[in-house]
């Protein structure tokens, strides 16, 4: 089935692309231009038309890319043509037309381009997240990942498992034959190498996903505290409601902002209180929640009721800042146990100090991102097949000094499998669907 799609993005522009790849892309081109195929990678300009007719769609570029030399590893082809709608719709409306031609389907391009084997899954991955990237520092990232770095350290340690799987498999056919004694030592020395390897990768703060997903920040606290206010004013825009009714937010409400290049993603919450309304009880459950998982919690009251127990005492710990709002309004001195807690007097609608809290956002996003170590993971994915990979090794080293050498090549091969999954290089069909409906179509 060869397929099609715009690549560049939806709206108008002076130029679209659209890109077909597969064995009638050759006849795709034929039949639109009514003339040969120009001449391979040379940007060729053609009158394009609509097929069996002599309907002028648009005059653009033709750059053909015969397989396996193409992105795909298939016959493609891109044409480069005005980016009007009209335009788009009447050049896609011709080849739908064309047999065996359909639609393709989000990040199908890229996936043919892996299974093909023009690519390994994390370069597809970071191709995904090179487009996705809205800061500088998840562009360096994508780019990192795309050099095959860490592409090259994972089967590297794949690689010195398969050679000690070897020598066990060797044992397990030859169970008379005494192995050399460098052998026996090389196993335990190399397994013990990779086991310390991947702890080291493993032992990371996260700092990957977090460049990739972005930093999450939590807007706790009790109602009417001017938690919306906050994160309307840190989006420089009207993200949440603000009213004076108490329990105005139900619902998690987030939006993403760019802070010193750092990818943020700041959750406004339902406020902390006792309720009976069903709706507004689930609200609040969703509030601890985001709590739990953020990367930093604010934790906002009133000056007016300075008072902090309960699930929000709780919630003060070295990743929370405790933001005392509407500080015009403060008639008493703070206690204290106020005082022992990281905090910063605010007043949102004054303005007040907002910069002193934006400053301590800072310092605390910045601690989060800094790492000694090469970032290697950037999904949760690689950390589970890491862990199982690391699981398996252990029960591997247990299995192969008590000589129980056929349990031990198993678990071995498992560690082995885990490695490989992480760059494609087994069977990863289940896997493929959830990574490639991240992209965009076209990609």
Known sequence: MTIYALSTGPGISGIAIIRVSGNETKKVIELLTNTEIPEPR???????????????????????????????GEDM????????????DALHSSISKIDNCRLAEPGEFTKLAFQNGKINLLKAESIADLISAETEIQRQQAIKIMNGKSANKFNELREKLLKILSHVEAKIDFPDDDLPEDILKNIKSIS??????????????KVGERIREGFKIAIIGPTNAGKSSLINHLSNRDVAIVSEIAGTTRDVIETHLNID???????????????????????????????????LKLIIIDAKSL???????????????????????????LSLEIKNFEHVLISVKNNFNIENLIFKIKNKIKNKFITSEDILITRERHRQHLEQSLIYLKNFEEKNETEDFDKAAEDLRLSTRHLGMIVGKVDVEEILGSIFNDFCIGK
């Open 77 to 88: 082809v891109e044409f480069h043509i005005h980016g009007s709608k009209a335009v788009i």
């Open 42 to 72: 040379v940007a060729t300009l053609r009158k394009i038309s609509k097929i069996n007719t002599s309907e002028l769609i648009d005059e653009g570029i033709v750059l053909w890319f015969p397989g396996p030399d193409s992105y795909t």
């Open 307 to 333: 008072d902090i127990k309960g699930i929000l005492k709780e919630l003060m710990d070295e990743n929370a800042i405790l933001v005392i709002n509407k500080s015009d309004l403060l008639n008493e001195d």
């Open 261 to 295: 290049g750092y990818p943020v993603i700041v959750s406004d919450t339902a406020g902390i209180r006792e309720s009976k309304n069903e709706i507004e009880k689930k609200g609040i459950k969703l509030a601890l929640k985001k709590a739990e998982d953020a990367d």
């Open 192 to 205: 013990g190498e990779v086991i310390l390897n991947i702890k080291k990768i493993l032992n990371d703060q």
